[in-house]
């Protein structure tokens, strides 16, 4: 069974950076794409970037000069680098693994994890 498991968030000033960390567990499939998601109290959850087995990432467009996706080499760990965040940037963050077809906007999530709290003070 797959599980991911996000940790990092903090509480950080604004300007500064953290780096979040997924790992996942129980992955049969190589051709899976794994992202991030965050969620602010009373709004949807939205995709903040994605990162397909082959390498193709995409960003939402308020994050995509800031934050970076990324996979370590012979490991089921995911990062997303976070620069320069701002106050508007807090919220729980998500990781979650699915799939992507270039016919969709996004990736189709088919597990979540349990999320990571980032708050960024003014």
């Known amino acids: 069974q797959v599980q991911l498991a996000e940790s990092g968030g903090d509480l950080v000033q604004a300007g500064g950076s953290l780096r979040l960390s997924c790992n996942a567990s129980?992955?049969?499939?190589?051709?899976?794409?794994i992202g991030w998601y965050r969620q602010a109290p009373g709004k949807q959850r939205e995709l903040v970037a994605q990162l397909t087995s082959n390498g193709r990432t995409k960003y939402a467009d308020y994050v995509k000069a800031r934050f970076t996706i990324s996979r370590a080499n012979a490991q089921n760990t995911v990062y997303l680098q976070m620069d320069s965040l701002q106050p508007e940037d807090t919220a729980v963050y998500y990781c979650a693994l699915g799939s992507f077809l270039w016919v969709d906007t996004e990736m189709r999530v088919n597990y979540w994890g349990k999320g990571t709290l980032v708050t960024v003070s003014s």
């Open positions: 129980g992955i049969r499939r190589s051709d899976y794409t």
